[in-house]
């Protein structure tokens, strides 16, 4: 149930940095486009518009903003701008989460622990990794989940199925 609820909260965080995007373009726009606010949004586009159809409608989404700064800010912010880079542009990644979350949900595909260790006890990573090859005894088992309990640092790690360029991210 945890990461049904993790996807959930994960959601309406996405969802509210995108929002913050709209109220930026909301903020600058004049009163006749607030009238329709239905047309006015932030525009995040992966590819360049080039056909009469894109262009109207990056147009039609800031229509009602005069300052020229910020015109320039939203368009110097475009994520087609990035080049290679364009799949880790931080306003794609939000924008497409929140299309995914929108009509789909955040699909959770681990969750993880990392935990580390104070550097004078350098012995525990060692017998960490003969845990994960199977080759520890269950004595040693059991001195290393008390070690654990007792000097280990526990961080949570969450991953989801696509963020950025990353099909699967893992923290550990």
């Not at 909260?9 to 913050?20: K, T």
């Not at 590819?47 to 005069?66: A, F, H, L, Q």
């Not at 955040?106 to 580390?116: A, E, Y």
């Amino acid at each position: 149930m945890i990461p049904l609820r993790f996807g959930v909260l994960a959601g309406e965080v996405v969802h509210h940095l995108r929002s913050c995007l709209d109220h930026i373009v909301w903020h600058f726009s004049d009163d006749a486009s607030r009238a329709k606010p239905r047309s006015i949004e932030f525009p995040i586009f992966e590819v360049k518009p080039s056909n009469k159809k894109e262009i109207e409608t990056y147009e039609r989404k800031v229509k009602g903003i005069s300052n020229a700064n910020v015109l320039r800010m939203i368009e110097e912010s475009q994520p087609y701008r990035a080049g290679s880079d364009i799949a880790d542009h931080r306003l794609l990644i939000i924008h497409n989460m929140d299309i995914i979350d929108k009509h789909r949900e955040l699909t959770i595909v681990d969750s993880s622990v990392n935990i580390s260790f104070p550097v004078d006890i350098p012995e525990l990573g060692e017998k960490i990794r003969l845990y994960h090859e199977g080759k520890l005894s269950p004595a040693e088992d059991v001195a290393l989940s008390r070690a654990i309990k007792d000097y280990g640092k526990a961080s949570p790690g969450v991953a989801f199925r696509q963020f950025g360029k990353w099909k699967v991210y893992r923290t550990f």
